[in-house]
C-alpha cells in the first residue's frame, strides 16, 4: 500500500479567482459520512490509494470556506456543486508553487504552500512557507 506525501493533491479550491491544489482536506462529520456512503456505492474494483481516485472540492468567499463537491472515480458526488458553508475550524494547504531543484546534488522538490487558518469559520490567519524534499518520484529519478 503507498502513502500519501507531504505534495499529494486532495483537490482544488477557488480562492480571490485562482484555482489551486488542495494538499491537505477539511470536512465537517456529517459530509464525511455523505462521502463514505458515495465511495461504497460508486467503488469500482480493490482501491489502495483512494487520493489517487478522488477530490474535494472548496471555495473560498469573504473570508468563509465552502465545500462544493466531491469527485470519485471520475463522478461528482452531486450533478449541481452544493454551497455548503463549512462550519469548521482548522486549516487549508494552498499549493502556490512546485518546482524541480538541485540541492547538494540531489534532485528535490521545492514547494511553496500558504496555510489558511480558519478560527470562529473565518479567515483567521494566513501564513506562506517554503519546503524543500525528496519525493519519490525524485528518488527514483536518480537511479
Known amino acids: 500500500m503507498s502513502m500519501p506525501s507531504f505534495d499529494t493533491v486532495w483537490g482544488s479550491v477557488l480562492y480571490e479567482s485562482k484555482n489551486y ?22 467503488a469500482k474494483g ?10 474535494y472540492i472548496y471555495e473560498i468567499e469573504d473570508g468563509k470556506l465552502y465545500f462544493m ?23 487549508l494547504r494552498l499549493e502556490i508553487k512546485k ?24 479567515i483567521k490567519d494566513i501564513q506562506e512557507d517554503t519546503r524543500v524534499f525528496q519525493s519519490l518520484a525524485d528518488y527514483i529519478e536518480e537511479d
Open 21 to 42: 491544489n488542495v494538499l491537505n482536506t477539511i470536512v465537517t462529520n456529517e459530509i464525511k459520512e455523505k462521502i463514505s456512503k458515495f465511495r461504497q456505492t460508486n
Open 46 to 55: 480493490f482501491i489502495s490509494a483512494p487520493w489517487k481516485v478522488s477530490s
Open 69 to 91: 463537491n466531491y469527485i470519485f472515480n471520475g463522478k461528482k458526488m452531486y450533478e449541481k456543486d452544493l454551497k455548503t458553508f463549512l462550519q469548521i475550524d482548522g486549516s
Open 99 to 122: 518546482e524541480k531543484v538541485k540541492y547538494e546534488g540531489k534532485g528535490m522538490t521545492k514547494l511553496t504552500y500558504k496555510d489558511i487558518v480558519f478560527k470562529n469559520r473565518v
